[in-house]
């Protein structure tokens, strides 16, 4: 039923390692986005990607990787975390943003903790 | 980029009492959005505003579309417990190819029951 559902909820790991985030949604939309929510509960939208295209890539660090394999599920990998990297990450997704204002939906979040 | 200024950062409320929370831009938005965010979930879209001028109601909340298009209001009537969480406001602006979305800083809110 979940129209967003990110795995894992709960991610911790040491400093250094390399880690992956899924998404998926079932909401038929064409255009995924992945935000960073940190201690202060600002979020930020690091990536999109329309129907498994590149469309948005912030000012986010190279170690951080996208990949779409469909337009149903984009991951994010990360590399050699760092102490920084410590916040909640959100999925999202919309119907193909260049079609309009159309409002994003949500998955639960992944709770990433750097020890 | 786009900024939204949010505000307040946080309210404490007795229950049964009426919320009002708002956001500002120093520019044009095509859709104002609000959403909410309980701990431990994601932000869920309460309200969508596609209009300047635009009022509309979800139950207990109201949500206006600025003539301006410059800003836009929340309001909560008769707030209960439940009502406890972080609202984001977020505007979207599209055209000539670009979509862009921000978010505020969000507003805390307490209800005292």
């Known amino acids: 039923d979940t129209a967003v559902s990110q795995t894992p909820k709960y991610l911790v790991t040491q400093m250094g390692n390399d880690k992956s985030i899924k998404c998926e949604q079932n909401?038929?939309?064409?255009?995924m986005y992945w935000y960073k929510q940190d201690s202060k509960k600002f979020l930020k939208i690091m990536f999109s990607?329309?129907?498994?295209?590149?469309?948005i890539n912030e000012t986010v660090p190279n170690r951080f990787s996208p990949k779409s394999p469909d337009k149903a599920h984009l991951n994010l990998h990360i590399n050699s975390l760092e102490l920084g990297d410590s916040a909640v990450y959100f999925c999202?997704?919309?119907?193909?943003?260049?079609?309009?204002?159309?409002?994003?939906?949500f998955g639960d979040g992944t709770r990433l903790s750097i020890l | 980029g786009q900024q939204l200024n949010q505000s307040p950062q946080s309210m404490f409320i007795q229950e049964g009492e009426d919320v009002s929370m708002n956001c500002t831009s120093s520019?044009?938005?095509?859709?104002w959005l609000w959403y909410k965010q309980d701990p431990g979930e994601g932000p869920v879209l309460l309200i969508a505003?596609?209009?300047?001028?635009e009022l509309t109601s979800n139950g207990r909340l109201t949500a206006q579309f600025g003539i301006t298009r410059k800003d836009s209001f929340l309001n909560i009537s008769a707030s209960i417990p439940s009502d406890v969480g972080i609202y984001f406001c977020?505007?979207?602006?599209?055209?000539?190819?670009?979509?862009?979305?921000?978010f505020g800083k969000g507003t805390k809110l307490s209800v005292i029951p």
């Open positions: 999202a997704s919309s119907p193909w943003a260049g079609a309009g204002n159309q409002p994003q939906h």
């Open positions: 909401l038929g939309h064409d255009t």
């Open positions: 990607y329309n129907n498994k295209e590149l469309i």
């Open positions: 520019s044009i938005f095509n859709t």
């Open positions: 505003l596609y209009k300047a001028g």
């Open positions: 977020a505007g979207i602006y599209s055209g000539a190819g670009s979509y862009q979305l921000t």
